[in-house]
């Protein structure tokens, strides 16, 4: 199984990214996929999941802002972020196979930094 991400980069406060990972490897279409941060300092921590249904589950932090989804067909996952704060400064990494809410994901890519000025 390999995880690709990309889409980060600097964005000011209030303004969008989106994210992408490529999977490969393995049968995407019947696999829950998610995001994590991990910022300077901080433990990993839960962001966003999606069941292979297209069921989604967020983070308090993130709710209303973010928004995860899917393509079966392409294998691949997104994470569109609005009105970005800094406080969403980290490595935001892909994971395949696992619960929302743990960190005990099998699969990671190796993440992609996002930065948000103030």
């Known amino acids: 199984v390999q995880l690709v991400e990309s889409g980060g980069g600097l964005v000011q406060a209030g303004g969008s990214l989106r994210l992408s990972c490529a999977a490969s490897?393995?049968?995407?279409?019947?696999?829950?996929m998610g995001w994590f941060r991990q910022a300077p300092g901080k433990e990993r921590e839960f962001v966003a999941a999606i069941t292979w249904k297209g069921s989604d589950t967020y983070a308090d932090s993130v709710k209303g802002r973010f928004t995860i989804s899917r393509s079966n067909i392409m294998s691949m996952v997104y994470l569109q972020m609005n009105s970005l704060k800094p406080e969403d400064t980290a490595v935001y990494y892909c994971?395949?196979?696992?619960?929302?809410?743990?960190?005990?994901?099998?699969?990671w890519g190796q993440g992609t930094q996002v930065t948000v000025s103030s």
């Open positions: 994971a395949e196979e696992g619960s929302p809410y743990s960190t005990k994901w099998r699969y």
């Open positions: 490897g393995r049968s995407f279409s019947s696999s829950p």
